[in-house]
Each structure stands twice: as C-alpha cells, then as structure tokens.
C-alpha cells in the first residue's frame, strides 16, 4: 500500500471518528442491540429498521476510540438499501477480510478498506468489528448485552 493510500484511509477513519455519520436513536427503530469491548471501553447501540426485507435506515450511539466510531459510522453507512441478506453478507465479508489470513483486500474504492490497517493491530480487530457484530444481533431483534470477551 502506498503511502498516500494509507494517509487517505487515515483521513477517512479520523473524517468518521469526529463526524459520524448516522449518530443517534433512530426512533423508527425495528431492531435494536447493545455491544461492549470491554479491553478497550468501546460500547455501542445499533438500530435498524427493516421494511420490505431491506434496511430502511441505521444509526448508532457509540461510546468508545476513533476505530470504533467509524466503523460504526461507515457500517450505517454501507448497509442502508441492502436487503437483510446482503447485509449479512456484507458483514461476513467485512468479518473475513479483517480476521481470516488469506481473506482478499476490500474493493479500493469502498470507505470501508479504510479499516484493513486495522488487521496489522488484531488488538484492534475487536474495535472495528464490535458495532458489525452488534448490528447482526440487531437484525435478529436483539439481545442482552453482546460483548467481545
């Protein structure tokens, strides 16, 4: 990766950490789900609303470090228009590429490349993950607390 590559992805991640998108209660909320990193303090609600078997619309609170925050930002983001199933899809390659070793590099031109750096620092991983795995437990109505630990 170039450095100017790398220093695009980190405007990115900053851009969505201290402006993200979709931040707040989504009153028209289907689904709903909380999420706890625990090592690193991230915590996390995600909303969904479902309609027609597709993402109406997403939005987060979160609580927690740069990495955290925009994954979340740039998940919202992502899976609004999807249908249920191609947001699953969307996190089990998001999952994949971020914690499987011969998983192939995202699509340059998603934001969400942005985050493969985080594969060098796994400590890390569970950062950018948390808000996708609690966004699955959303899709499925909810749940206690999940948590990465």
């Not at 990766?1 to 220093?7: H, N």
């Not at 995202?106 to 609690?134: D, Y």
Request: contains cysteine; proline residues 3%.
């Amino acid at each position: 990766m170039t450095s100017e590559l790398r220093d695009l992805y980190q405007e990115i991640i900053i851009d969505h950490s201290r402006n993200p998108r979709n931040s707040g209660q989504l009153e028209t909320a289907t689904g709903e789900a909380k999420g706890n990193n625990p090592l690193c303090g991230d915590r996390v609600t995600v909303y969904v609303e479902l309609g027609d078997g597709k993402i109406v619309d997403a939005a987060f609170e979160a609580r927690g470090c740069a990495i955290s925050i925009a994954s979340a930002s740039m998940m919202t983001e992502h899976i609004k228009g999807l249908t249920v199933e191609q947001a699953q899809i969307a996190h089990e390659e998001f999952n994949n590429h971020l914690t499987k070793s011969e998983a192939p590099d995202l699509k340059q031109e998603s934001e969400l490349a942005a985050l493969m750096g985080v594969r060098n620092f796994p400590t890390r991983i569970k950062c950018a993950t948390l808000p996708w795995h609690t966004f699955i437990v959303a899709l499925k109505g909810g749940a206690d607390e999940i948590t990465t630990e």
